[in-house]
C-alpha cells in the first residue's frame, strides 16, 4: 500500500481555490529540473523499486508492428475513430475491446487484475457514495509517449459546466498506483484513446492552449455506492460537462446493480446544465448509452455534448451495490487564468515514474508535412 | 516518345566491364549536386512538364493512413512477409495483389494501363528473343521515399552466379518511361516491395555495402518472345541468382503462350550454376512457382536459393508466343571492385524524376531506438 | 407503368374496415388455386413477360456460397445481429451495407436505380404531405424463399399502438412494382431483414399466429414532403408503434433536407402512445437514430419499443424539401378477429410474380432437430 | 486400452488378398442390419459406455452457425478450396488450421492432447520403421454426417500406382481408439477436409463408384521411426498415389529429425511409379512441401499427381527421430473385381461408434436444385 506523499500532504482539506493559489504556485517550480525525462531515464531510476519489487516493462505499442493482428486493430479503431468524428461520439463493447486491446499490446493476464483493480478506492473527498483515487497523465505527441505526472489536486467549475455543490472547489484525491499503471490493458486504454482522438477538431474551449502538442489527462478510477440508505451517483450534478476536450468512460464491474441503473445520455449543448434526466427536453437528447460489459468504453467530444447519468440502483435493496468505473479526461494544457492554471503542472511524478510509447493513425505523416 | 539522353549516348555498344571503368568514373561525379534532391524540388521541376504534359501527383502511402482497408492490407502483407522470411521465398497471386496495392493507394485505372505497359519495349542488346527496357531506383530509407535515378549501364557476372554469354558483359538497355513510372499501380509494387524486404537479415553477398540505408532497384521490363524459327527463354542462362538480395518477378500477361510454359524453379543455393532443368537435382528443388495471372508476384531471397525458368511455348505454334513481366532486382549499393562499382550512381535522374514516400513495417520504431 | 388492377378498384375510398370484412372474404377464396406456386411454376409463368420485357434473374443467395466475401459478410451480419438480439434495435450505416448486400448477391448496376426509385411514387390515400406505394411478400421458411403476395388494403389500429385520425381505417395504396422488386439491392435487404429475424424470439403481439413458419413483410415506399405551406411528418403519429414483429427502415435519399429533420427515437414500451416527441419521458428514451446516408438501416422489434420520428425541415424555407425512405413491417400472420384478418391473404401475386431464395442463420439444422 | 476384437482376429496374417476373399465376403452380410445407423440409436447405444466413461459430445459444426468467427473461418476455407481446385494440391499452414479447426468447433483442451496421441501406435504390419494404427470413417452426404465404419483390412495395388514389397497385400492394422476419434480436432480435420473436398471434380479412377453419394475414409496414424541401424521411410515406396481420390497428411510432430527431413514432392502424373527423387525428372515436378508445425496440413488430388517424401533422418544420429503424422485417404466406395471390394464396408462400427455433422459450401443448394 502507497503511503501518503509528503507532497499531498499540503492539501489537507478542500477548500476554496483562490486561497491556495500563492501555495501551489510555489510548490511546483522546484522540480522543474525533472521536467522532460524521458523512457531511458526513466528506467534507469526504477532500478531502486527493481531490487524491491520486479515488474514487466510497460505496453510497448511499437513492438506490435509486425504481427497481423495490430494492423487489423488499427483498421478497426479506423472504422470507430470515423463513427467518432461523425456523431462526436462512439460507443465500443468491451467484447470488442478485448482483442484490440491485445493487439496493442495488453497481457492476457492482467484482464482479470484490471477488473478487480478499484478495490483498493478510499472515500471521495466531497461524495459520501462514492469511492476513488485519480492520476495525471501526459499524451506528449512530441515525445511520442505517454508519461505520469506530479500529483495536483482538481478542480471544475461552472464555467466548465459542471454545477455541483463542489464547484470551484479544489479537491484532492488520493492517487492511483502501481497496480492499476502498470496494467498492460490500462495502458492499452490509454493508447486507443491517443488514436481515437488525435487529429479530431473540436470545438475549443477558452482558456486551453490548442497549440500545445501535450495533452492532460486526468485518470479517475470510481466506485459509486448505493446503500440502503443513500443513492449512489455517478453524475450527482446532473446535466454537464467535464471541462475537457475528450472524455472516455470505461465500465470495469458492478454487484447486485439492477440493469435499469447507470445510463448515460447525451445531450446537445444547449440543454441546461445541472438539471435532472426528468428535466431535459427529449429532442434535446442525442445518444443513449449503458455500459454492461467489462471493458465497455464511452467517448464523447466533451465541449459539444452535454451528459447525464442516471442512478445505481439495487437488485437486493437491503444490500450494497456497486458500481466501477474508470475515467478518463483530456484536454489541452491550460493557459490563462483557468480556475486549474496553478495546479496543471506537466512535471513527471518523481515516485510512481512511467513511460511508454503511444501512437496516432498519422505516424509517419512527418516526410509528407516536411516536404 | 523519350529522346535518347546524351548521357546513354556514351554508352554505344555492349563491351567488356573493364574497358568503360574510367569513363563512368570520369562521369558520375560533375552530378554530385543533384543528390538528395527531395520531392518538393522534384516538383518544382516538374512545372515544365506540367506545361506540356499535366499528370496526377504520385502514389502517396501516407495518405491511406486514415482508412480502414489500408490496415487490413498492411496486416495480409504482414502475413505474406512472414511467409517470406521463413521460406526464403514467397508467391502471391495477382488476384490478392489487387485490393493490396489499392489499399496502398494505386488508382483503379492504372491497371488496365500497367498490363498493356511492355507493348512500347525494344529489342534487348543481347538477346534476339526478348525485347526490354529498364531504369534505376533508390530504396531511401533516409528519406523514406523512393526515387528515380540516373541511367547506368548494367552487367551481371559469373561471380554472381550468372553464367550467360553476355556475363561479365556491360549491356546497355533503353529506358522505361513515365507511362509506366509514373503508373500508380507500379509504384504500389514498389512501395509493396519495399514492406516486404525491409528488415529481413539476408545472407550477404561480397563487395555490397550492407551498412547502407539506400537500396538499388533495377527494374526490368521485359517481353520474351516465341516464334516459330526462336524458342523465347525467359531465363537462358539456365540455373543462376540475379547478383542481387531480392529479386521480385511480376507477371503483366502473355498472349498465345502454352500453359506448360515459364515455370519457375527454386534451387537450393549449392545447386550448380548454369545447368538446365533437366540436368538438375530434384532433392535440391525448393520450390516451384507458374505466374499465370496479372500481377502475380514471386519474391526470391536471392542470394540463398537460385532459380530457374522454363521456356515460352507458342500455343499455335505458327504464331508468336509472348509473355510480359516486370522484374525487380534489389540489392545493397556495391563498394571495391564490383563489377558494377562504376555503374551504381545514386544520383536522381534528371529528366524522369520521380519521388514519392515509401513504408516499412518498423515506422515508428524511432523512439523506442532512440532510448 | 402498372395499369390499376381491377381487383383493387374494389377499394375506390377510405372507409372503415367493418363495412368491408364481407367483401374481402368473398374476394380472396378464389384464387386459392394460386396458394404456394413455386419458383418454377413462376419462372413459367413470366415466359410472357419474357416476350415483352426481358428481365435478369432475381438474387440468388445460393448462387454466393462458393465465394469468401459471402462468408466474411454473414459474419458480420452474425455480429450485427447479436447486437440486434441483445438491445432490441440496431442501426447499420448504409456504407456498411453496401458490401454486405453485394455479398448477399446485388448487382453493382442496382445501387443507384434503387436510389431513385421513389420518383414514380404517387399521393398517400389519407396523408397529404406523403407520396406511398406498398407491396406485400411473404418469408416463408417452409419453401425458404420470399415471394411477392396479392394485393391487400392496409389497416393499423389503436390496438397496436397506433393513433391517428386514420387509425382503424383500410387504406388503399397504389402497388410498387418491378422496378422496386426486380432491384437486386431491394432482394438483398430482404434477404438481410430475414437473416437477422429469423430466430429470434419476440415479445408476441395478440391474434398473430406465432406457430406459422411464414412472415407477412408490407413494404412501404414513401417519400415525406415538406412545402412552404406544408410540414412533412414521418410520423404524424407520434410515439407509436407500426403493429408487427419487427421493423426496418432503410433510407435512400434527400432534397434540401436539413441536418436536424427526421430523428427516430425509440421509447421503452411504457411511453404513451401517440403523444409528441416533446411531451416524452427522458428517461423512457431507449436509442436515437438518424438516416443520414443511402442504405442507412434501422431495425426494431416492434413490440418491445415504441417510437417517434421528428419532422422533415427544409434548409431552404420557399422550396420543397423530400425525404425518401422504403419501410419493412414484418409479422406472422393474423388470426381470429384481428383488424387485418380479411386483408391478410398469403396468395402470390398473379401479374408481379416474383420468388427468390432467403436464408437464415439456422440452414442445416435440420439434422440436429431431426435427431 | 481397447481389445483386440474377434472379428479382427480373422486376420491373423499378412497374406496375398486372392486366398482371403471368400472369407471377407463371408464376413460382412451379417452386419446389414446395421447399416444406416443414424446419429440418435448412436446416442442411444453410448449409453452403456456413458456408465462406464462419460465423455462430451462430438464436435457439432451445426452449434456453429449462429457466431461469426465460424463465417470467417468458412470464408478463408473458400479460398483455400479455391486454390486446391485451381492448383489440385494445397498446403495450409498449420498455424492458420488453429482458429479454422476452433472456428468449426474444436475444443482448445483436445489440441495438446492430439498433438500426443500418436504415442499409443504399435508396430506396423510390414514396416519395420513405422508404429501405426488405423481406422474407417464415411462421409455420408445423404445423412450430411460421417460415421465410424467396421474394421476392415488395408490393401493397395501396383494397378493403383502403388509400387512396394507389400502391394496386392492385404494388411491388418490395428485400429484407432477413442482417444483419437473423440477427440474435436481431429473431428474438425475431418469436417475441414470434407468441406475441402465436396464439389471438387477429379480424374475418376476406375472401379470407383463416382455416382455414390459416400466416401470411404480411411485413417492412418503413423509415426516413422529412424534409429542408428534403420532408415525411417514415410514413403519406401517412392513415386506413388495413395489409390484414393482426395489425400490430405497432417502433421502432429517429431523429435531428434533434421531440418531436411520429410520433404514431399509432388509429380506430374506422367512420372514413373516406385521411383527414388532422385531418378525423377525435375521437369516432372509439380510442388513442394514440408510439414514443420503442428497441424500443417497438405491436401492432394491423388489420381492428378503423384508424390514422394524422403526420409526422416536424425539430429543426433545416435539416437531415435521420430515423426507423427495422421493420413486421411478418401474415395468413392469401390465396385467390380477392385483390390479393396471385399474390405470396403460401409457398416457402422458396432464397439466404437461415432457421428456427427458435416458440412459442404454447397448446403441449402437443395432449394435451387428442386426446382
Request: hydrophobic share 35%.
Amino acid at each position: 500500500m502507497e503511503a501518503i506523499s509528503p507532497i499531498k500532504k499540503l492539501w489537507g482539506m478542500v477548500r476554496p481555490v483562490s486561497h491556495l493559489q500563492h501555495r501551489i504556485r510555489g510548490y511546483s517550480p522546484y522540480q522543474q529540473w525533472n521536467r522532460g525525462i524521458g523512457v531511458a531515464s526513466s528506467v534507469l531510476k526504477q532500478t531502486g523499486d527493481l531490487a524491491v519489487e520486479p515488474h514487466l516493462p510497460p505496453l510497448n505499442v511499437q513492438k506490435q508492428r509486425g504481427k497481423a493482428e495490430f494492423y487489423e486493430a488499427i483498421g478497426r479503431i479506423c472504422q470507430l475513430r470515423q463513427k467518432y468524428l461523425e456523431n462526436r461520439t462512439v460507443f465500443v463493447d468491451g467484447r470488442e475491446m478485448v482483442p484490440l486491446l491485445k493487439a496493442l499490446g495488453a497481457r492476457d493476464e492482467d484482464f482479470a487484475t484490471l477488473q478487480a483493480v478499484n478495490n483498493v478506492l478510499i472515500d471521495d473527498p466531497t461524495l459520501p457514495f462514492r469511492k476513488s483515487r485519480n492520476g495525471r497523465f501526459c499524451f506528449d505527441w512530441n515525445t511520442k509517449s505517454l508519461r505520469r505526472l506530479e500529483f495536483q489536486p482538481f478542480a471544475l467549475s461552472l464555467e466548465e459546466d459542471f454545477k455541483r455543490h463542489d464547484s470551484n472547489t479544489i479537491r484532492r484525491f488520493d492517487e492511483v498506483d502501481n497496480d492499476l499503471q502498470r496494467n498492460t490493458v490500462f495502458q492499452a486504454l490509454l493508447v486507443f484513446k491517443g488514436v481515437m482522438c488525435h487529429g479530431i477538431t473540436v470545438n475549443e474551449r477558452p482558456k486551453l492552449n490548442y497549440r500545445s502538442n501535450q495533452w492532460v489527462c486526468t485518470l479517475f478510477a470510481l466506485r459509486t455506492v448505493t446503500t440502503p440508505e443513500m443513492l449512489g451517483e455517478p453524475a450527482l450534478e446532473g446535466v454537464h460537462t467535464d471541462g475537457v476536450d475528450h472524455t472516455m468512460t470505461t465500465y470495469l464491474r458492478s454487484t447486485n446493480m439492477s440493469s435499469n441503473s447507470a445510463v448515460t445520455f447525451l445531450h446537445d449543448i444547449k440543454e441546461k446544465t445541472g438539471i435532472r434526466l426528468n428535466e431535459t427536453s427529449p429532442e434535446l437528447i442525442q445518444a443513449r448509452a449503458q455500459h454492461r460489459n467489462f471493458l465497455d468504453t464511452l467517448l464523447i467530444v466533451d465541449n459539444e455534448r452535454k451528459h447525464s447519468i442516471s442512478p445505481v440502483y439495487a437488485v437486493d435493496a437491503s444490500r450494497e451495490a456497486t458500481r466501477d468505473m474508470l475515467i478518463f479526461f483530456t484536454r489541452k494544457p491550460v493557459v490563462g487564468d483557468h480556475i486549474s492554471s496553478d495546479i496543471d503542472s506537466l512535471i513527471p511524478h518523481r515516485e510512481k515514474q512511467l513511460e511508454f510509447p503511444i501512437m496516432s493513425l498519422s505516424d509517419g505523416y512527418e516526410l509528407e508535412s516536411a516536404e
